[in-house]
């Protein structure tokens, strides 16, 4: 039948090949007009399953669905899907920025390091969201100011810049797209900026302990970081966080293990990181 001398075709390099046993057997059998048969079922079925693929990342754009016509097909010929593991380095400072990533899932992070070595989370990349620095940088074709690297397996769907440039040249759900990218992320910044000059650190310490403890409480109930993560994620030293930590736990705050930490004092964690009062 048609179907068994479908089972013959294979999937080699992108391309359906023909066995060649198969192709002199059947070219006897059933001529060509059978083969293009079997081959053009075996190719609908391939791009119907591949198109649903491209139609479900589709959705996963903040912009897709406003796009015209022309658009979503100049998207969906030109989008990627890639899968990062975790400690993947994507992008360094000065690098060409290159394509535009938008998370599927898990999380990035995008940070500025010092000549010491010393890091400054900026922000946070989960599901959906886009690097505004990265956006920027495609647009104005600028390196890129920062570094970016995976704290959990991620899957991006990547816009080639090219594409990018020229979907915002006529697409306005783009133009949107970009202007409250960079209102949202822009205030972001300015959130962080006012941590790192106007508040101390041990109350930005105490506000970061009960928003991670809110982040990971249907996940588990101990944050588990080391000291040099945590201080990594403010931008301080190791040093500085393990001596706050300790007077936390001297205060009956937190209690501290091997890379765990355990808020028993919730309430009063919130107090110190709204300044009404330190723990030293």
Request: charged fraction near 25%; aromatic fraction near 8%; charge should be positive.
């Amino acid at each position: 039948s048609i179907v068994g001398v479908c089972k013959w075709f294979c999937l080699y390099n992108d391309k359906l090949l023909l066995h060649s046993k198969i192709n002199m057997d059947c070219g006897q059998l059933f001529g060509v007009s059978g083969l293009n048969y079997g081959r053009n079922i075996i190719m609908s079925q391939f791009l119907n399953g591949e198109m649903q693929k491209a139609e479900k990342y589709l959705s996963m754009i903040p912009f897709a669905e406003s796009l015209s016509p022309e658009g979503k097909q100049q998207l969906l010929k030109s989008l990627r899907v890639v899968q990062y593991p975790k400690g993947r380095l994507i992008k360094s400072e000065n690098q060409q920025p290159g394509d535009l990533s938008i998370v599927i899932s898990g999380s990035i992070r995008v940070y500025k390091s010092s000549l010491s070595g010393r890091q400054l989370t900026l922000y946070r990349l989960n599901r959906g969201e886009s690097c505004m620095l990265a956006t920027y940088c495609i647009l104005n074709r600028k390196r890129f100011p920062a570094e970016a690297v995976v704290t959990q397996s991620s899957e991006s769907l990547l816009i080639p810049a090219d594409t990018f440039r020229a979907l915002f040249l006529h697409e306005k759900a783009v133009q949107d797209f970009v202007i409250e990218l960079g209102l949202f992320q822009i205030t972001t910044l300015i959130m962080i900026i006012e941590e790192v000059a106007f508040r101390r650190m041990d109350e930005r310490l105490a506000g970061f302990l009960v928003q991670k403890e809110d982040e990971n409480v249907k996940i588990q109930k101990h944050l588990k970081m080391s000291h040099q993560e945590v201080a990594t994620e403010l931008g301080t030293a190791r040093e500085v966080v393990s001596r706050l930590l300790n007077e936390f736990e001297n205060d009956r705050l937190v209690q501290l293990n091997r890379r765990c930490i355990e808020i028993t004092d919730r309430a009063a964690l919130k107090n110190i990181a709204r300044g009404i009062y330190h723990a030293y």
